[in-house]
T-cell receptor, first 110, second 116 residues
Framework: QQPVQSPQAVILREGEDAVINCSSS?????VHWYRQKHGEAPVFLMI?????EQKGHEKISASFNEKKQQSSLYLTASQLSYSGTYFC???????????FGAGTTVTVRA | DAGVIQSPRHEVTEMGQEVTLRCKPI?????LFWYRQTMMRGLELLIY????????DSGMPEDRFSAKMPNASFSTLKIQPSEPRDSAVYFC??????????????FGPGTRLTVL
């Protein structure tokens, strides 16, 4: 079952903040975040693991609430380059394939 | 590393024809995944391999779809016969470990398939 992402779309001006949420009905082991620009492949942003470990290499932060099976991605002081569709991929405790949400389209305007 | 390589990047074919999509994973990665992306259904996992062995093909839509991985550096996804509803972007991805646990999946550039 796919995780649910919200909102579906958000429009920002440069420098503004946004939060993208991802929730699952399954007990999660990990949450992965990707960004996809139009016509390109999804690019890895961050992985959050059960127990609190977090791996990422961009200036975008995220949180993982294991009890609620929810994750949030925080876009802080957004830049034009942040535009794209953000997907969360969830890895369930008893099913280690990634299931991807429908995506959140972020548009950052000058 | 060159990353995940897919070919062709674009494929236009007529209904009923056979289509073969190709993928070369990142060297050293033990897992290979095939995804399909459409506006209606989003990003769907079709099948994944571990050390060249198909582990889960529950996402393969029908018997018209088949996938093979004859060696660690090459995989194919075949559709025979193709139908217009197969039109989508097909991504191949690879990871060093099982991505649902702790490892990053790296996606190829995708093949945009159009079936007329």
């Amino acid at each position: 079952q796919q995780p649910v992402q919200s909102p579906q779309a958000v429009i920002l001006r440069e420098g503004e903040d946004a939060v993208i949420n991802c929730s699952s009905s399954k007990a999660l082991y990990s949450v992965h975040w990707y960004r996809q620009k139009h016509g390109e492949a999804p690019v890895f942003l961050m992985i959050l693991l059960k127990g609190g470990e977090q791996k990422g290499h961009e200036k975008i932060s995220a949180s993982f609430n294991e009890k609620k099976q929810q994750s949030s991605l925080y876009l802080t002081a957004s830049q034009l380059s942040y535009s794209g569709t953000y997907f969360c991929g969830t890895g369930a405790t008893n099913d280690y394939k990634l299931s991807f949400g429908a995506g959140t389209t972020v548009t950052v305007r000058a | 590393d060159a990353g995940v390589i897919q070919s062709p990047r674009h494929e236009v074919t007529e209904m009923g024809q056979e289509v073969t999509l190709r993928c070369k994973p990142i060297s050293g990665h033990d897992y290979l995944f095939w995804y399909r992306q459409t506006m209606m259904r989003g990003l769907e996992l079709l099948i994944y391999f571990n050390n060249n062995v198909p582990i889960d093909d529950s996402g393969m839509p029908e018997d018209r779809f088949s996938a093979k991985m004859p060696n660690a550096s090459f995989s194919t996804l075949k559709i025979q016969p193709s139908e217009p509803r197969d039109s989508a972007v097909y991504f191949c991805a690879s990871s060093a470990g099982l991505a649902g646990l702790t490892d990053t999946q790296y996606f190829g550039p995708g093949t945009r398939l159009t079936v007329l």
